[in-house]
């Protein structure tokens, strides 16, 4: 059984935390370590299968090293090894893919769909999607490097929709997140936020006829939308570092990777 100490880590927030905990309960069989490693492959599965298909791996070779390299991730405890002060958890994880598929070529074994486990099923739409992006930066000439890396941002960019979208649902304002999101812009983006300030000045006229709402409180509903956006994409981002002192940091470098084409 789990020490205490691991126990409660379960239940923290860092992903640091979260594979730690799963590493150190999954030598015991504890369901929970399968549910951690499931829920890692939801997370990261795109930045790493991107990442492998423009190494020239094929789709279904990339699949499975994708979700064999969770499992090897947990049952080796390689990240119980890893130095968390050295680099962000994105480094890691890119780092221990690439040591995974060289040790993978050198043994002449890849494991099929993560040993027979079902537990991150790639579904279609997602594979089209990401098959797309592969195509995006096979015509840009990305590097694998770079195409983790965007994929990596847009995957912290879309958990903060998602949560954003959830919270404004269980107030009952799913029609007035719907109706806003058009508004939100990247942080430190102010070019961007400047040209949707002024493209906006007429809309909140005709938006708030549409939604019964006076354009003066629409103005201090983006205010708002727009600052729990940054609020939650903050703790997005402060999720995958060591250090909360990095966090603006690394925020910038992601809306950089996004930015350049």
């Not at 594979?127 to 000439?141: C, P, T």
């Not at 709402?213 to 956006?229: H, I, Y």
């Amino acid at each position: 059984m789990p020490t205490a100490p691991a126990e409660a880590a379960l239940f923290a927030s860092t992903r640091w935390t979260l594979v730690l905990a799963a590493a150190a309960t999954a030598v015991d069989g504890d369901p929970r370590a399968s549910q951690a490693l499931a829920e890692l492959c939801r997370i990261y599965w795109r930045p790493l299968y991107l990442f492998l298909r423009r190494q020239g791996i094929q789709s279904e070779d990339a699949q499975d090293l994708t979700q064999s390299f969770f499992v090897e991730l947990i049952e080796s405890q390689a990240c119980v090894r890893a130095d968390r002060t050295k680099g962000r958890f994105r480094s890691f994880l890119l780092g221990a893919l690439k040591h995974f598929v060289a040790d993978t070529r050198d043994r002449a074994r890849t494991q099929k769909r993560g040993g027979g486990a079902s537990f991150a099923p790639l579904d279609d739409k997602g594979l089209a999607e990401a098959e797309a992006q592969v195509a995006r930066a096979n015509r840009f000439a990305w590097s694998g490097e770079r195409i983790f890396e965007r994929e990596w941002a847009l995957s912290l960019l879309h958990r903060t929709f998602r949560r954003l979208e959830e919270e404004y649902a269980l107030a009952g304002k799913r029609s007035l997140f719907g109706a806003l999101r058009s508004h939100l812009t990247l942080p430190g983006n102010a070019s961007a936020t400047t040209t949707t300030e002024i493209a906006t000045v007429e809309s909140y006229k005709a938006l708030a006829q549409k939604l019964g709402r006076p354009a003066v409180t629409l103005r201090s509903d983006v205010a708002r939308l727009r600052a729990r956006f940054r609020a939650i994409l903050r703790e997005e981002v402060r999720d995958t570092i060591e250090r909360a002192d990095d966090v603006d940091e690394e925020l910038k470098y992601l809306c950089a990777v996004l930015a350049a084409e």
